[in-house]
């Protein structure tokens, strides 16, 4: 059972659009949900973070937009650059149970110049 | 500050041979996490520790994999007898902490089992 679902596999924008990233969970504790950029031959890099009790984080050109009834969330990249093109992972944890970070299978985003 | 070492960077092998990764963390980070990431796949937790002690291993296979970090520093991840479904990139991480706290990644080493 994936707990944590990308439902994107591959996004391809233009250079200037904004670029969403869709991600939803199973489990209804998971109270922290961060997103992690990572560029090929590189590891993952902490980008943007939300709790639970928050329903939109925002960074710069990057916004999570958190529905916590629904049990999914996205993440929207403004005025995309090529500079972006990267791999997205939602990931999710639980304060009260094994704090474990889940992450889910990734979206790959090309933003064309 | 540098951030969290791993070598090497790539591992190329036979099934049936091992091979060791190790990871120096950011220095003062008190945990430290081992995942596996398959190509086209997001990582997963093979083990973590706080200091030198093992937390949570109980998505490692234990009859192939080993992990230890005996002074608290340092780790080495080691697979006995390789087999083709190994084959993936091995992110360390580290965090002060744990809990929620942000994971600082490795670049990885870079596993193929022929």
């Known amino acids: 059972q994936q707990q944590v679902r990308q439902s994107s596999q591959s996004l391809t924008v233009w250079e200037g659009e904004t670029a969403i990233l869709n991600c939803s969970y199973e489990?209804?504790?998971?109270?922290?949900f961060p997103w992690y950029q990572q560029f090929p031959g590189e590891g993952p890099a902490l980008l943007i973070a939300?709790?639970?009790?928050?329903d939109k984080k925002e960074d710069g050109r990057f916004t999570i937009f958190f529905n916590k009834r629904e049990k999914n969330l996205s993440l929207h990249i403004k005025d995309s650059q090529p500079g972006d093109s990267a791999t997205y992972f939602c990931?999710?944890?639980?304060?009260?149970?094994?704090?474990?970070?889940?992450f889910g299978s990734g979206t790959q985003l090309t933003v064309m110049p | 500050e540098a951030g969290v070492t791993q070598s090497p960077r790539y591992a190329v092998l036979q099934e049936g041979q091992a091979v060791s990764f190790w990871c120096d963390p950011i220095?003062?980070?008190?945990?430290l996490y081992w995942y596996q990431q398959p190509r086209d796949q997001g990582p997963q937790l093979l083990v973590y520790?706080?200091?030198?002690?093992?937390?949570?291993n109980s998505q490692l296979p234990s009859d192939r994999f080993s992990a230890v970090r005996p002074k608290g520093t340092n780790s080495t991840l080691k697979i006995q007898s390789a087999k083709q479904g190994d084959t993936a990139t091995y992110l360390c991480?580290?965090?002060f902490g744990g809990g929620q706290n942000t994971l600082y990644f490795g670049a990885g080493t870079r596993l193929s089992v022929l």
């Open positions: 220095s003062g980070h008190d945990t």
């Open positions: 990931a999710a944890s639980d304060s009260s149970g094994s704090w474990q970070l889940i």
């Open positions: 991480a580290s965090s």
């Open positions: 939300i709790r639970s009790v928050s």
């Open positions: 520790f706080r200091d030198e002690a093992v937390i949570d």
């Open positions: 489990n209804s504790a998971f109270d922290y």
